[in-house]
């Protein structure tokens, strides 16, 4: 049983078609978690790219489908940190928490 796969880039050509893509990072638009969970298009196949956000961020150029930047915190945050923003989030938004 495989626990862990590798992907080589692009990771876009993986993605199902018409797939939304934001990127995270400590310089994008502000948003709550909530007020950004809330905002995604309820029709269409998201998907969030988190960087290591206390020591660097992602960057646009290496993903050219990132629609927008997005920041969840006035102050730098670990990957995982904002990844347990964001999802918790998603929980609370959709029922399931």
């Not at 978690?33 to 196949?45: G, M």
């Not at 960057?59 to 969840?72: E, F, S």
């Not at 006035?74 to 923003?85: E, F, H, Q, W």
């Amino acid at each position: 049983e495989t626990l862990l796969k590798v992907i080589k880039n692009p990771v876009q050509a993986r993605l199902p078609p018409g797939t939304v893509c934001y990127g995270f990072t400590k310089h994008g638009t502000r948003y709550t978690p909530q007020h950004f969970v809330a905002s995604l298009p309820p029709d269409k196949p998201v998907a969030l790219i988190f960087g290591a956000m206390a020591n660097g961020s992602i960057n646009r150029d290496d993903h050219d489908n990132i629609l927008d930047m997005i920041c969840i915190s006035d102050y730098p945050l670990s990957g995982a940190t904002a990844i347990n923003r964001v999802l918790g989030s998603l929980e609370a938004h959709w029922g399931v928490a």
